[in-house]
């Protein structure tokens, strides 16, 4: 049986974090699932927390052997692997954590020969990205993994370690630099990481991996959509902007998207005939990546683009909420060719939840009558900047 838990987020410990405690329900998950005849794979962006999560849940234990792809030694070594040599790798150790597994060539099937024929030990996969891992372990290993996907630091565990009151007071922040966790770390050097970790993302975990030859397209493109964030994109439209066939368009997308950059929504769609179906929006995991991809880290007070922002960091957020709770809703957005719209959608269990994302407490979202006519039974939310802990918390 493959049982997959995947998009749970974490709270990390950094050594500058004044002494800021990882999430002990991922820890507690963890744990419980040591040592029950399946591998454990977490996935997620660089610096979302993997190793210090894995580090933090193992102190204290013996036995622990660490790996590292990123090691050309640890890939030659595990190049033509053998169960003998595995065993004499492995010794006493009862864990073997393997940093960076997408880095080593068909760690699906070596993680299999230890899962296989070492049971008694617990082994742990860690890849900074979808790209490679997911594709890597998923077929070798069905039915013999844990699957858990990280994301940046959730308002919810924000709340936690602050409290709520400063939370909110930090909300402009978060809105402009993000919610990466050495970004909320270190007041004063979010632009320096912001940028050395956009770079990371770029060219590290994308370009590298798909040997892509123009890096300045797919930096283009990636303006291009966090210019459109909350609006409806066309691949045509971007095709054109970056100077792209649409085809190569639509597979950056998707890179992108598997590098845990973006995200896309699809359009809803049950009754009306004037419904947009084949539409979509993208937005980022994370507010400060887009910010620093377009060069504007300036505060929300004299920012064109607060809409965009907000809509941007309420998506992702929910997103995240949804995720932690383990709650199984599918995310859309709602318009008609008429130009009405709702800003975002959930469907769960088949009841509908309609969102509308308001900076402004004093501006009134205009909801649509012909939605609310269509699906009578839907509960519609105004979110602004007063009353989103209600909608977060």
Known sequence: MLIIVTKISIFVVYKNAESMNIC???SELIAGKMYKGKAIVLIGARQVGKTTLLKDCLTGMEGVLWMNGDNLEIRTLMESITIERLRSMIGNNRVVVIDEAQRIADIGLKGKLITDNFPEV???????????????????LTGRKWEYKLFPMSFAELTAHHGMIQEMM????RLVYGCYPDVVCNLGSEREILNNLTESYLYKDVLVWERIKRPD??????????YQVGSEVSTNELSRMVELDRATV????????????IFRLGAFSRNLRSEIKSSRKIYFYDNGIRNALIGNLS????RADIGALWENYMVSELIKKNAYNLKYAQSY?????????IDYLEECDGKL???????????????SKTFLSAYPNTEVVTVNKENYIDVLA
């Open 333 to 341: 957005f709602w318009r008609t060719t008429q130009q009405q719209e």
């Open 353 to 367: 939840k309609a969102y509308e994302f308001k900076w402004s407490p004093t501006k009134k979202a205009k909801i």
């Open 122 to 140: 617990q082994l742990i996969l860690t890849g900074s990205s979808l790209l490679d891992l997911a594709n890597k372990v998923n077929e070798p």
């Open 24 to 26: 002990r329900k991922m």
């Open 170 to 173: 930090k909300l402009p922040t």
């Open 217 to 226: 397209k797919i930096v283009r493109l990636l303006q291009a959509l966090a």
């Open 299 to 302: 505060d929300i007070s004299v």
């Open 250 to 261: 639509e597979k950056y997308i998707n890179l992108l998207e598997q590098a845990q950059v």
